[in-house]
């Protein structure tokens, strides 16, 4: 059996329902081998890294239906991320933290 990882284009699901479609190659970060998937969209690509652990398949499919599932999905980023709310941080001790600490 080979011990060569997957390049190319594939399907991907995660742990917690996810799946992505893109190009996925292994790669090393801070001591560890990681998937990243560049995912097409109408822009620029979009590159997320995912740990194996959270894999729960993956399977190779052609370009063709890559970029076919990608111009029907379209961007898999929220339309709206959630952002900080400063105003309602507060302290271990329920005191306001100031701005400056973010």
Do not use: C, N, Q
Request: net charge negative.
């Amino acid at each position: 059996m080979s011990e060569d990882s997957y390049e190319g284009w594939a399907k991907l699901e995660l742990m917690g329902h996810r799946t992505r479609v893109g190009r996925v190659k292994e790669v090393e970060m801070y001591g560890g081998k990681m998937l990243r998937i560049d995912i097409p969209t109408a822009g620029d690509d979009i590159t997320e890294y995912y740990g194996a652990a959270s894999v729960y398949s993956l399977m190779p499919i052609t370009e063709e239906l890559g970029r076919d599932y990608a111009a029907r999905y379209g961007d898999p980023r929220p339309v709206r991320p959630v952002g900080y709310r400063i105003e309602s941080a507060v302290e271990d001790d329920g005191e306001r933290l100031s701005e400056e600490t973010f």
